[in-house]
């Protein structure tokens, strides 16, 4: 364990909610930047976080790249099987494709480990076509928000350092009370960091649908939700960060994968770029 590596990383954890709200409620300029800092300040404190405690096992290493691809080719068979239709889309001077996935439930979503984005059938039976052509260009801007490193690329890199701390978090378990209340602190910590950094991802997600969709981009959100734009207040946010940890079950699997910011701050955040008019196109 590295004792200074382990306090740099918790103390950057600790931070990143408050740096979540000053990216968020600062002016319409240099937005897009500020969302990605505040995602590779997150990616820092998970690393150092890993840094400090991690243990490189050999063994899960030698198994993460089959594990991977075994991930890969399931993700890929299982969608594909229900694919009925595939839909183009051309935004912002590129054509995507997007897999209509025949569907009882109104969703869409991006498999960041294949490059995927998936829409159901129901999502275009219930909005309208504009409004779900939006949705679609968000799950495009999750992609895009990656952007330079491609998104399987990024998948591996966060289920290695994953792997790593897991077996270091393992390793301080069988050493006393003392390890125990650390684990406890480790995992909180990280767990906030992973969730900050998706809230940021989810903002720039909709930063992207709005800049190629426009306004249908804040209807769909409405339409979706039922929410109302929300000043993030940092005590609520930071009460958000550690709820977004909890367990849920059902749909809730998702939604511990990605963690979302409140319907609120999404929607505050849309309608203070759309109708200031900054910040879109340019960074993007
Ligand atoms: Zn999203």
Redesign the pocket.
């Known amino acids: 364990m590295h004792p200074v590596l382990l306090t740099v990383g918790l103390a950057a954890s600790a931070l990143l909610p408050a740096a979540y709200v000053h990216a968020v409620k600062g002016g319409p300029r240099h937005v897009w930047l500020r969302l990605r800092l505040v995602m590779v300040m997150s990616v820092s404190a998970l690393l150092l976080i890993t840094a400090s405690i991690g243990v490189v096992d050999k063994m899960s290493l030698a198994l993460a790249a089959p594990a991977l691809a075994g991930v890969y080719l399931v993700l890929n068979y299982h969608f594909e099987r229900r694919s009925v239709n595939r839909l183009l889309y051309g935004l912002k001077g590129r054509v995507h494709s997007v897999t209509l996935l025949s569907s009882p439930v109104p969703a869409a979503?991006?498999v960041a480990m294949t490059g995927r984005v998936y829409a159901t059938t129901e999502l275009y039976r219930r909005l309208e076509p504009e409004e779900a052509a939006a949705i679609v260009a968000?799950?495009i801007?999750?992609l895009e928000a990656l952007h330079p490193i491609p998104p399987p690329l990024f998948v591996t890199v966060i289920a290695i350092m994953a792997s790593i701390l897991a077996a270091g978090i393992i390793d301080l378990l069988g050493q006393g009370l003392a390890s125990l209340v650390l684990v406890a602190v480790v995992l909180l910590m990280a767990g906030i960091a992973w969730v900050v950094f998706n809230w940021a991802?989810?903002h720039l997600?909709?930063l992207y649908a709005l800049d190629a969709a426009g306004a249908w981009s804040i209807s769909a959100l409405y339409r979706i939700t039922g929410a109302r734009p929300e000043e993030p207040r940092l005590l609520s946010v930071y009460l958000d960060a550690v709820k977004c940890l909890r367990p849920r079950g059902g749909r809730g699997v998702t939604v511990l994968v990605?963690p979302?910011p409140r319907p609120g701050y999404r929607l505050y955040l849309l309608e203070k770029i759309a109708w200031q008019g900054e910040g879109r196109g340019s960074a993007l």
């Open positions: 979503f991006t968000h799950e801007g999750h991802w989810e997600a909709d990605n979302h």
